[in-house]
């Protein structure tokens, strides 16, 4: 038996989907974790508490926001509009920006508490060797949290991979646009197909349990490394 | 870098538990020890110098240029200074030369020295780190990090070297050593130093320049000899009171291992630790091994006995005790006597009298 050709279709959307997003939560996320891990700012507790809203929401309850907002009479919608990209719902993208934020905290947490872990003294002290703040970052911050960054790309990425409701609400199931892995394989129980839902099932089940072996067995020891004193 | 008072420093700010207020000239050359009890502000001084911390009202010239004043403030990756902290402080995601390198590359971007600054061998050498460069910190003890890390400082090429109690954390044979790499680089090197520690013993043989601070405010600040010699400070060391005399190895007495010594005023055996005839030391005489007589004793077991005229007297924080302070030639010596010796010898100022000393340390 094995795949069919709209099981490939869903497989490779999901993992281009995945990519793009884990780059962009690393993008977007990186400073948010960097402000939320420094800030003494009043702010803190309100935004660390939207960043970690899709950990506790229903998922069908953001993607219904979502897909309200994004609409052809909600705020983003009628940006999108007037940028003449036209309505987000049913496209790649809309998928992209919903699962963006879906994952956010999974990449934000990581970092952020990496960054905390490294504490203000390395940073003063490569202050003190000349290093302005975007060296600092880089030849600093990112090497002695670079477990955090690790963290926080193969949660982003594997959690945008197992994600249903929001996908279902913003998506729908467009084959080749926005036909992803989880959504085919409700289509396979639906339609009794139970042979091809246990391959695209089984797939997953793997991948899930690759990536967290993945986490658990090769970056512990990365982590041991602290700052010495 | 030879200017009197090329450093000048005058912070004013307030914090939640204390206020620090200080105005400073300090000289752009040798070691300044800052000195002070936990809490006095030294560290917090310190700080500010370096722009880690930003005190509300700020003036600060290295040298006539401007780090801060009313209108502008250097951040610190654009102060010219090297800061060593009080624990090792080695970035450990990089090897000990890692480190190094870390400063060097960009030392560059400083204003360069006028003697073209201190060399990556010349830096590796002073500190003894020839062998650590290959390893990371955590295989590093906590003495060999802090050479690394006095390293890495060097490298930078500073205008101003900023220690924050860089031998706090070590024991004691540890602080020996990185003592004698302190003090030759104190005599190779034209970094000026400001030096926080509240230990006299490294005071008495690193500093060059002694400022005194207490809540936050200079109690005293002046070159070292004159600061320990002064028995009015209002913040008083107790037992580590004492002076500190530059002098000369002038003899060796191989038999008795002693070493006569001459300073600006006399000469004083002290134990002779090999040191050469000719070469420049520091002897340190604390207060409570010198008393006063009042005609010469040929029939004692001391050693150095000079004459001497009383400059100064002032009471000891022990009620039982006195300061006195003596002139012998051009130097001074104090003597920390019982406020009843004081009285039954009638010792007043300008007496000509014979100070004993008993115990000399080269320091």
Known sequence: MGFSEADLGAIWLTLRLASTVTVLLLLVGTPIAWWLARTSSKWKGPIAAIVALPLVLPPVVLGFYLLIAMGPNGPIGQLTQNLGIGILPFTFW??????????????????????????????????????????????????????????????????????????????????????????????????LQYGQA???????????????????????????????? | MNTPNAIKVCFKTQYPNFCLDLNLELPGTGITAIFGPSGSGKTTLLRCIAGLQKPQHGELSIEGEIWQDKNSFLPTHKRPLGYVFQEASLFPHLSAKGNLQFAMKRAGKQLSRKDGGVSFDQAVSLLGIESLLEQYPDQLSGGERQRVAIARALLINPRLLLMDEPLAALDQPRKQEILSYLDQLRKELDIPVLYVSHSTDEIARLANHLVILEKGRVVTSGPLQDVLARVDLPVQLGEDAGVVLEAKVVDRDTRWHLARVAFSGGELW?????????????VRVLARDVSLALQAHSDTSIQNVLAGTVAKIAPDTDPAASLVQVTIGESKLVARITQRSLEQLKISVGDALWVQIKSVALV
Request: net charge neutral; charged share 10%; glycine share 10%.
């Open chain 1, 94 to 191: 809309g998928l992209v920006i919903a699962s963006v934020i879906y994952s956010m905290p999974f990449v934000v947490q990581p970092i952020q508490n990496a960054i905390e872990a490294i504490g203000e003294r390395p940073l003063e002290v490569a202050a003190t060797l000349s290093a302005g703040p975007l060296d600092r970052f880089f030849t600093v911050v990112v090497p002695l949290a670079k477990p955090g960054f690790i963290t926080a790309s193969i949660l982003g990425f594997a959690h945008t991979v197992g994600e249903f409701g929001v996908v279902l609400m913003i998506g729908g199931n467009i084959p080749g646009k926005t036909q992803v892995v989880s959504v085919q394989l409700y289509d396979h129980v639906e339609a």
């Open chain 2, 270 to 282: 002290v134990r002779d630790h090999g040191v050469a005839i000719g070469s420049h030391v520091r």
């Open chain 1, 198 to 229: 246990h391959w695209l099932a089984g797939a997953l089940m793997l991948f899930s349990f690759l990536v967290l072996l993945a986490l658990y067995t090769l970056f512990p020891s990365a982590s041991k490394r602290t700052f010495s004193t």
